[in-house]
Structures are given as C-alpha cells and as structure tokens.
C-alpha cells in the first residue's frame, strides 16, 4: 500500500486546541455536516461492498487507483484489527428539518427587509437585499423538495461517503476515501476526518 499524497498531524495537543487551529472554512464545514443531518459510524465486513464501489466511482472521478472488492476482503480478514471504516451517511429527518428551517427563518427575513420597504426610502441596498433573499427562498424552497424526495427513497437513510483508516505503530493513518458524486455538496470527507483524529487520540496515537 502506497499514499498518493502523505500529511502528518502530530497530536500534541488535546483536540479542541488543535481543532482551534483549523481553518475557519474547515471548521464551519464540519459543523455544517452535521447540520445538514451527516452522521457517522464505523463499518463492518458487511460494508465492503458499499466502500468498494465509493472508492471505485470515486477513483474514475479523481483519477486514482481503486482496489478491487476481492482486495478488501482479503486484507480485511488479515487486517481487520488494524483497520476502520468510517462510513458517512445522511439521515433524512434531520436533513429535512434543517431544510425546512432554513426556508422558513429566510422567509422571516424577506417579511423583514418588506418591512422596511413599507416604512424606510427604498435605495439600492434593500433593493439588493430583497433580490438577494428572493433567490434564497427559491433556492432553500428547492433544497426542501429535494430533502423530501430524499426521505421517501431513502426512509433508513444513505450512506454517502467513506473513510479506511489503518493503524501502523505510532500513527492512525487515512489510506483511501471517496464520495458519492451527487452528494459532493454535503462535505462528508470533513465529518470521517474528524472522526478518525478523534479515535487516533482516543488510541493514544502520536500522529
């Protein structure tokens, strides 16, 4: 096994400090995942499949290589103690919910900047603001309809993305990851890596 791309995090401080350090886009996109309704939970053998055929569309999109599922299964029966699979999946309650509360608190908003328009001159910058809420709500309105369909296809829930993380001395290493394409917007790859570097404090690992 050889990494395409290496970078190494010491753990030398605890996590929220070293959490603190990351970028603010980083840090946003991790609380947005959960938000959104992202969850995570580690894998089993019977998640092979479904790991092998995210890496394996993944790899087509990026351009790198993909492991067959036969692979996996023979290093996961040699390897399994030494391995995680980190599986992200969406929950579609709290994604429709998140979606419907973001409809509704821009709809407040709209009443508001109305409002205003009622009582105050109208200028540019409520004429702006106006234009900008009315996209918004069309495009929050989309998100609820997409989040229903969601939740009628995928009652239990979907899993999205996935993370294989392997343990080697005194580091907790990220081997492969991948995403489903038309989830891509959710984010899910900043979930899984928190997962992993919480679990690699957890072990006690130095990196």
Known sequence: MQARWCYRMELDQDYEEKKSKFSKSTRKNIESCIKKGLMVREGTI?????????????SKRKDFFSRSLSYYQKMYKNMHNLMT?????????????????????????HKIIEDKMNKDKVGAKLLNQLDTSDKLI????????????????????????????????NEYLTLSSGVLEEYKSFTPKYLMYEHH????????FKY
């Open 197 to 204: 570097i919480k679990e690699a404090y957890k072990e006690g």
């Open 46 to 58: 019977d998640d092979l499949d479904t790991m092998t055929e995210i890496f394996d569309l993944t």
């Open 138 to 169: 069309e495009k929050y309105k989309k998100e609820v309809d997409k989040a229903t369909m969601f939740k009628k296809d995928n009652p239990n829930g979907k899993d999205i993305g996935c993370l294989l993380s392997i343990r080697s001395g």
């Open 85 to 109: 699979i980190y599986i992200a999946y969406l929950d579609p309650d709290v994604y429709l919910e998140h979606s419907k509360n973001l409809l509704e608190q821009e709809l407040a908003n």
